[in-house]
Nanobody, 124 residues
Framework: QVQLVESGGGLVQAGGSLRLSCAAS????????MGWCRQAPGKEREFVAA????????YYADSVKGRFTISRDNSKNTVYLQMNSLKPEDTAVYYC?????????????????WGRGTQVTVSS
């Protein structure tokens, strides 16, 4: 069983930055692919970014490419999402997700474990 706990959300003005963190339990965290997804009110959960188990490969949704950066520290069982140049349309609950196989996936349904989410609100 894997437990994921997100932190770092909050209220920020457009153009600002936030860094989300996701702390994971489990001895095999370093073998998991990790991802971030988000869900805005009235919308489906959508993929944001993913990182392979070794951090050698990352992948981003077009809407965040060039503004967000995903990274991980396997020694701390933690994955991060650095969000810069935030826009009001980035407002959503952000979820950390883990996939027990190490390959990156971009469909939320393909992740095996989820955190409870952290709210990010970007004001205009």
């Amino acid at each position: 069983q894997v437990q994921l706990v997100e932190s770092g959300g909050g209220l920020v003005q457009a153009g600002g930055s936030l860094r989300l963190s996701c702390a994971a339990s489990g001895r095999t965290f370093s073998s998991y692919a990790m991802g971030w997804c988000r869900q805005a009110p009235g919308k489906e959960r959508e993929f944001v970014a993913a990182i392979s188990w070794s951090a050698g490969t990352t992948y981003y949704a077009d809407s965040v490419k060039g503004r967000f950066t995903i990274s991980r520290d396997n020694s701390k069982n933690t994955v991060y999402l650095q969000m810069n140049s935030l826009k009001p349309e980035d407002t959503a609950v952000y979820y950390c997700a883990a996939r027990t196989e190490g390959a990156i996936v971009v469909l939320p349904a393909d992740y095996d474990y989820w955190g409870r989410g952290t709210q990010v609100t970007v004001s205009s």
